[in-house]
């Protein structure tokens, strides 16, 4: 698997990602009826977008290709991304409703992607001490977070729950590297995000939470 062309090719990609993950948004059933985030595709296209515009071609193409081989099978990833995430936020009901129709998560799989949220958490560790209001208007980075809302961690879990084996090695294979290098990859998250947003930066963004 080779990179991108140029960066125009790069960014179709992504784009056609996000409206593969918004259409499967749409599907999915929250036990307390529609959830007004299904109805907000700014929002959700700058979040996905600021996740994915921090990947490399490598990790983009090869999750491009889940979702397409998700598609074939019939497989809805969001609503798996989300069912996961109960095994914390409602475990009764994930052990009795959910767990039975997931796909098994093998030990190997489960390895990588423990190791790639511990990464995870610890960048936004970095920015929560850096940046505290930008922080706070977030979700809690661990679970177990008393605010009631679903923290970094689970939702990172959940999430990678849902990605190839390969797809998780690259991503190991880029955290590994960006921990080497000192390099926080959810700093390059956010700021995208902040910018699609207005703002002109990180800092600006802080100074006017």
Same mark, same amino acid.
């Given at each position: ?6 960066? +125009? #090719? $790069? ?35 700058? !979040? $996905? ?11 983009? &193409?090869? @999750? /491009? &290709?889940?979702? *397409? ?15 996961? !995430?109960? #095994? ?5 009901? @994930? ?12 030990? *190997? ?5 423990? *190791? ?12 929560? /001490? ?11 980075? +661990? ?15 959940? +999430? ?5 084996? *390969?797809?998780? $090695?690259? @991503?190991?294979?880029?955290? $590994? ?5 000192? &390099? ?10 902040? &910018?699609? @947003? ?7 963004? #802080?100074?006017?939470?």
């Amino acid at each position: 698997m080779f990179g991108f062309k140029d960066e +125009e #090719e $790069r960014l179709k990609t992504i784009e056609e990602i996000i409206k593969s993950e918004w259409n499967m948004f749409q599907r999915v059933n929250n036990i307390g009826g529609r959830a007004s985030c299904q109805d907000d595709w700014n929002t959700f296209h700058i !979040m $996905r977008f600021s996740q994915f515009s921090a990947w490399n071609d490598l990790m983009t &193409k090869s @999750y /491009a &290709k889940d979702m *397409e081989d998700a598609l074939k099978q019939g497989r809805n990833l969001i609503m798996e991304k989300y069912a996961y !995430m109960m #095994e914390y936020t409602d475990p009764q009901y @994930y052990k009795s409703e959910l767990e039975p129709h997931l796909p098994d998560i093998d030990s *190997e799989s489960m390895n990588m992607i423990k *190791e790639i949220t511990w990464y995870m958490i610890d960048c936004e560790k970095e920015i929560a /001490a850096k940046y505290p209001k930008l922080s706070r208007s977030g979700r809690p980075i +661990e679970a177990g977070d008393a605010s009631g809302f679903t923290s970094v961690e689970t939702y990172a879990e959940g +999430e990678l729950k849902t990605y190839s084996k *390969e797809t998780l $090695r690259l @991503y190991l294979d880029y955290v $590994r590297a960006n921990r080497a290098a000192g &390099k926080n990859a959810a700093m390059l998250v956010q700021e995208t995000m902040v &910018k699609m @947003y207005g703002y002109s930066s990180i800092e600006d963004a #802080e100074s006017k939470m």
